[in-house]
């Protein structure tokens, strides 16, 4: 697959806030890229950046073969942007809102897109109604329309899914999919696990840093086992350094061994224990 997004040493700075500190990324055609982190990481400057809208302190940034900022006119043709709060008109029907982004990307059939994607997110229940009548998660769901009415090749959603339920959730998810088969790029921030675990790969930042860029089930791997034996009615937990029946070796295998559990580490306990180890250099 080849690269669609590459960022080479992306610094930006807020004043005195060093937001983005030499960010290098390469994103593939097609993926579904989850990038994760603690408040205030970098997450939304580094969407902002490489959607255009924030000027870089210094360092270089290639959508689809295009240089950001200065070819962003070009960029945002095909790119589809969800903010973290979505950026609607309030007082007009949520079909005007979706029009006024159609027609702001000049693209051919303005009526028929906006059909398809009212269509597509299923809001045609709702299509007169003004958004201020909506509730946050159906505002959510507009916002995700607008990104995606002049069908771009590359999404970019920030934290697309706060707030809203699970059932909707998984139906954004399902749209996410079918996307992805389709060949859309998907770059998605998220604090939720779950969500982390349906992407193709993941980024962990913290304090304006990528700490580790791979594959779920490689980071996956980066956690350890914890071993739980009950015997005589007591917990006993332990940490195996090297393979599991090592560990289990001085317990044997006697009657007074009441339950014996294996857990792996969660995902958010291995982002947070990548966030120690980088704070600790
Ligand atoms: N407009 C701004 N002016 C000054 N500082 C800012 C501005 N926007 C963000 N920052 C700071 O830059 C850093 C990165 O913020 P950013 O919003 O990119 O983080 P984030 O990972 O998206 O956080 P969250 O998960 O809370 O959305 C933080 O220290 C934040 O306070």
């Not at 302190?57 to 240089?67: A, D, L």
């Not at 509730?135 to 002049?150: E, F, I, P, Y």
């Not at 899914?161 to 060949?183: C, M, N, V």
């Not at 921030?189 to 982390?196: G, K, S, V």
Request: aromatic residues 8%; proline residues 4%.
């Amino acid at each position: 697959m080849s690269n669609i997004i590459e960022v080479h040493n992306l610094n930006h700075n807020y004043g005195d806030v060093q937001a983005l500190c030499n960010v290098n990324l390469t994103i593939k055609k097609g993926e579904i890229f989850g990038l994760l982190g603690p408040n205030g990481a970098g997450k939304s400057t580094l969407i902002k950046s490489l959607v255009g809208a924030l000027k870089p302190t210094s360092g270089k940034i290639k959508v689809n073969g295009y240089q950001l900022p200065d070819q962003r006119k070009i960029v945002q043709r095909f790119i589809g942007y969800m903010p973290q709060n979505p950026a609607l008109y309030e007082d007009i029907s949520v079909e005007e809102n979706i029009r006024f982004f159609a027609r702001a990307h000049f693209i051919t059939n303005p009526e028929e897109k906006v059909a398809q994607v009212i269509k597509f997110t299923a809001l045609q229940k709702k299509k007169d109604k003004p958004v201020r009548t909506l509730s946050g998660g159906m505002k959510q769901r507009v916002s995700l329309a607008c990104a995606l009415v002049h069908q771009p090749e590359i999404l970019f959603l920030d934290e697309p899914t706060a707030g809203i339920d699970p059932q909707l959730r998984q139906t954004f998810w399902q749209y996410f999919h079918e996307l992805s088969a389709k060949g859309v790029t998907i770059f998605i921030t998220t604090h939720l696990m779950d969500e982390a675990e349906d992407c193709h790969r993941l980024g962990i930042m913290n304090k304006g840093q990528i700490l580790k860029v791979d594959s779920v089930k490689k980071i996956m791997a980066l956690g350890q086992e914890f071993i739980s034996i009950k015997k005589n009615g007591e917990w006993k937990e332990i940490t195996p350094n090297a393979g599991l029946a090592e560990a289990l070796y001085p317990y044997g295998l006697s009657t007074d061994i009441e339950e014996i559990r294996i857990q792996h580490e969660n995902l958010q306990q291995i982002i947070l224990k990548l966030c120690k180890e980088g704070d600790s250099k």
